[in-house]
Nanobody, 116 residues
């Protein structure tokens, strides 16, 4: 059974930091490109960051460049999103995604709220 389980969300003040984790199981994690997406209320889901299967290529949305860092540990089948200098506009549900040429998996999401 395929599972992507996000954790690490919560309430943080502007300027604060959070580290999201996504633990994968049920598929060969090391063969998948992993991404973080987010969806704010009333808005479409958007790509935040993605990392290739080997970690050799990483892309970020312009809105998070210089503040967020995506990484992965293939031995632990886990992808991370380190979020620094958080802003109220980062408030959203954050989703983990695993993509290969044949499969596309999503986690259930974790809420991140940036507010004073």
């Amino acid at each position: 059974q395929v599972q992507l389980v996000e954790s690490g969300g919560g309430l943080v003040q502007p300027g604060g930091s959070l580290r999201l984790s996504c633990a994968a199981s049920g598929f060969t994690f090391s063969l998948y490109r992993m991404s973080w997406y987010r969806q704010a209320p009333g808005k479409e889901r958007e790509l935040v960051a993605r990392i290739t299967s080997t970690g050799g290529s990483i892309n970020y949305a312009d809105s998070v460049k210089g503040r967020f860092t995506i990484s992965r540990d293939n031995a632990k089948a886990t992808v991370y999103l380190q979020m620094n200098s958080l802003k109220p506009e980062d408030t959203a549900v954050y989703y983990c995604n695993a993509l290969s040429y044949a499969s596309d998996y999503w986690g259930q999401g974790t809420q991140v709220t940036v507010s004073s």
